[in-house]
């Protein structure tokens, strides 16, 4: 038996919009509301286009570009919005008109300050007025959440009457919780006449941290449109986030009696352009579309998963448009997961005996580091296949000068494969000095990729311990020195660097 669908209606575009400091251009909203399309969202809101002459203009734009989802304005039960809002929606292959009022107690009596009775006839009105213009109309009861059943019964078969055919119930505040407003469709689609006959559809707020619950709840008790928006974009917290509806519905496929027709693989390129345009950063642990969203760390995790993906996996990362999943190293990576990366790197180990040194290495780098790079992990090879005796260059000794006004200078005699060799150079500072001094006798070629000083002891009479990494022909090294003088560290380090690179090449990895 086919599944019913579940109707994804995108509000990114307005209520979206209407998070502090989300504001779009009219081009900003047709290039998202383009990637929309592309990921076939059924209806698109794209504004409110009696809030000013641009919003109209974008919903208007909006509404000549988009071919394959219907474009919605939002309006109040207002002549004056709806004729604005129709106007801007016309031009749409497939339009809808969205009028709302408020229908809880507080809505009603502290903010449009009208009675109940007043709001239904204000509500029939608009309903009336929007159908003489357009086919697709759908009511919000705005705070349905906090409103009386019975007002809503009323109000909502009054507006059915008058021809709307998508009902919504918005949790405008965040305040329900699943099984309570999953109880509240129910009773409002088995109490309310024809109820069969419109699309039921929820609007959820994050003020609670519920919209995703709760929309689900809703679904279950017989929604079949969510509104929600991509990243969770929205007034205050937020609304509903439309990946995490997607991608719960699709994974739960036993659980949900209806489907999307969402193009899931686009859902991280929508995120990413959402972020960008808006400059709301996506929290890395966000789900689906977070940077860790399909990243493990822990060994445990990276052993269950490089033996089969599914035992940390409920998802995969391909289907929701990341490149793939992620074995992040740090400190609480095992063997497993080590090894497996030095294979995709090309980094062939000798010997069980160099994998475990390394192993160790690589541990006590994880506890200095938060993450461990690939170039971290060439390096590491390097040092633990490069005998450490195998000195073609040694420091013999150094000077510098540096003084006010003038560009420093350092003099260096070096031992190069037992020749001492005396070298000089300026340079922008005392290292960069020193790294030119021992260029002028090495003329290595190689590139200077990190410089990086750290003390390894407290106190002015501090050990310094300079880190150099170097690379040539593909090969990266690292050297290390230390000393109380910070420039003498940085000699030694550099010079750490040229004798692995210049020493025990046959050792190394030809790939590297
Ligand atoms: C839950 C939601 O997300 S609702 C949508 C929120 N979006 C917006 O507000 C869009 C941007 N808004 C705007 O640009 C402006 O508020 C406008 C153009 C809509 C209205 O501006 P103004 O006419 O200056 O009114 P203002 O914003 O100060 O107050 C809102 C008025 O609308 C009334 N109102 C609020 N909702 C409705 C409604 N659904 N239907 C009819 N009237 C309503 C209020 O009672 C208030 O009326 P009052 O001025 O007689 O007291
Ligand atoms: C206008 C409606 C749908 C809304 O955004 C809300 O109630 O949160
Ligand atoms: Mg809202």
């Known amino acids: 038996m086919s599944k019913e669908q579940l109707i994804i209606f995108d509000t990114t575009l307005r209520d979206g919009e209407q998070s502090p400091g989300a504001s779009m251009t009219k081009e900003e909203k047709l290039r998202i509301a383009r990637q929309l399309e592309r990921m076939r969202v059924d209806v698109i809101e794209a504004g409110f286009p009696a809030a000013s ?7 208007r734009a909006v509404a000549e570009t988009i071919k394959d989802s219907t474009v919605a304005g939002l309006c109040r039960a207002f002549d004056k919005d709806i004729a604005r809002a129709l106007e801007a929606v016309k031009p749409a292959k497939s339009g809808r008109i969205h009028t709302f009022i408020a229908t809880s107690p507080i809505h009603m009596e502290k903010k449009l300050r009208m009675s109940p009775d007043d709001v239904l006839v204000a509500a029939q009105h608009a309903v009336r007025f929007a159908r003489n213009g357009i086919g697709d109309v759908e009511f919000s009861c705005e705070d349905a959440g906090r409103s009386d059943l019975d007002f809503l019964c ?17 949790d405008t505040v965040g305040y329900n919780v699943p099984e309570q407003y999953a109880e509240r469709i129910r009773q409002l689609r088995e109490r309310i006449p ?3 006959k419109v699309v039921w559809s929820v609007h959820c707020h994050n003020d609670l941290g519920l919209a995703v619950a709760n929309s689900l709840a809703a679904v279950m008790a017989g929604a079949r449109q969510v509104e929600c928006t991509i990243n969770g974009l929205g007034e205050r917290a937020g609304n509903a986030a439309l990946e995490e509806i997607v991608m719960a519905v ?11 027709r969402i193009d899931t693989t686009q859902i ?17 642990n966000k789900a689906i579309v977070g940077a860790n969203a399909f990243a493990h760390e822990s060994g445990i995790h990276q052993d269950g998963v490089l033996k089969h993906r599914e035992t940390y996996e409920i998802m995969r990362a391909e289907d929701v448009g990341w490149n793939a999943n992620k074995l992040v190293l740090g400190k609480h990576s095992g063997r497993t997961a080590f090894k497996a990366r030095l294979k995709e790197l090309g980094i062939e180990v000798e010997s069980e005996q160099v994998l475990n040194v390394a192993f160790t290495h690589f541990k006590e780098l994880a ?8 170039e971290d992990l060439h390096a590491l090879m390097s040092d633990e296949m490069v005998p450490p005796d195998d000195e073609h260059y040694k420091l013999v000794s150094s000077m510098f000068h540096s003084e006010t006004g003038e560009a420093p200078q350092a003099k260096l005699t070096l031992s190069a494969g037992g020749t001492e060799q005396h070298a000089a150079s300026s340079g922008s500072g005392p290292v960069d000095a020193t790294f030119k001094a021992i260029e002028s006798v090495a003329a290595s070629g190689s590139e200077l990729l990190l410089y990086s000083v750290n003390a390894i002891t407290t106190g002015t009479d501090a050990q310094g311990e300079v880190t150099v990494r170097l690379s040539k022909d593909g090969r990266i090294v690292n050297g290390q020195g230390a000393d109380t003088d910070i420039v003498v560290a940085s000699a ?3 010079i750490n660097a040229l004798n692995k690179l210049c020493s025990g090449q046959e050792k190394l990895n030809p790939q590297l």
């Open 250 to 260: 699709h994974t739960r496929q036993d659980v949900f009696p209806c489907i999307t």
């Open 154 to 170: 009323r109000i909502i078969e009054a507006v059915i009457k008058e021809g709307a055919s998508t009902i919504n119930i918005p």
């Open 53 to 59: 002459n641009g919003d109209f203009e974008a919903v």
């Open 194 to 196: 024809n109820s069969d």
């Open 268 to 284: 991280v390129a929508a995120s990413k352009m959402v972020s960008s345009i808006t400059g709301f950063p996506v929290q890395p």
């Open 367 to 374: 506890d200095k580091k938060h993450e461990i790079f690939d």
């Open 492 to 494: 030694k380090a550099y």
